[in-house]
């Protein structure tokens, strides 16, 4: 059983994905996100760093993979998270790379990336949804012309509003790319492109399809499901304090 870990980041079409493809692939030879490997998992994003987990918890994470294989030899195994980069709401590949090797100590990455500034417009809308209402100075730390480093730490203030700050100095993709070359190995770690996505949905997905090497024809996608819920520009510049 080859394991095939999809990192993120968000805001690249993940969520489409984990809603009309990961899901179908059981028939491909595909075992997508299990619940008990997922619980598990849980528990090591919520501590942020892998030197804080306790001996036992991760001898009992990794014999849950083998029993996978025992029962399943001919799939692959597909999880997908896009907090095994991040620490908090902030990309920290260093620390979720260390992490993603001591858990799947043998696997294949997936990483997807977008244009830096795409991605921060698109993450600042997510906010906004999911009850933020500050400028978008704040939550990018922007003072008196600098950008500051932000703790990456949801909190709300005494009137229940969503604050968070960005570290924008952490969105480096090429140590995103780094810190998973060194553990797995390039010829182990694959790169895409949302951009990519955006030009030609149907190759990107076959490039996807192929990667994670499901068994069979791929299965046919509804790309006009592809709907940005997000609010507009304008709308945030409405509501923002």
């Avoid at 999809?6 to 899901?23: E, H, I, M």
């Avoid at 992490?99 to 921060?120: G, H, M, P």
């Avoid at 604050?163 to 969105?171: N, S, Y």
């Avoid at 790169?191 to 990107?204: H, I, P």
Wanted: glycine share 4%; aromatic share 16%.
């Amino acid at each position: 059983m080859k394991i095939f870990l999809y990192v993120g980041l968000p805001k690249t079409a993940t969520t489409f994905y984990q809603s009309n493809f990961f899901p179908f692939l059981s028939k491909n030879k595909i075992i997508y996100n299990p619940n008990n490997i997922m619980l598990k998992l849980q528990y090591f994003l919520d501590l942020k760093n892998i030197d804080y987990a306790e001996p036992e918890k991760i001898k009992d994470f990794k014999n849950e993979l083998i029993n996978l294989e025992k029962t399943k030899p001919s799939y692959n195994l597909l999880i997908v998270n896009e907090h095994l980069g991040y620490v908090g709401i902030n990309p920290q590949p260093k620390i979720g790379s260390k992490l993603t090797k001591k858990l799947f100590d043998k696997a294949e990455i997936i990483i997807s990336l977008r244009y830096q500034t795409d991605w921060l417009l698109s993450f600042y809308r997510h906010y906004m949804d999911n009850g933020g209402s500050e400028n978008i100075e704040k939550f990018l730390n922007f003072k008196r012309g600098t950008f500051l480093s932000g703790s990456g730490v949801d909190r709300y203030d005494n009137l229940n509003n969503l604050l968070r700050r960005i570290d924008i100095h952490l969105l480096d993709w090429s140590l995103y790319v780094q810190s998973f070359y060194k553990h797995y190995g390039k010829e182990n770690v694959y790169v895409l492109f949302f951009e990519d996505f955006k030009k030609d949905k149907y190759s990107y997905t076959k490039e996807l399809y192929q990667i994670i090497q499901a068994k069979g024809s791929m299965p046919n996608l509804n790309y006009s499901n592809i709907k940005n819920r997000g609010r507009s520009a304008f709308t945030c510049l409405l509501i923002e304090n």
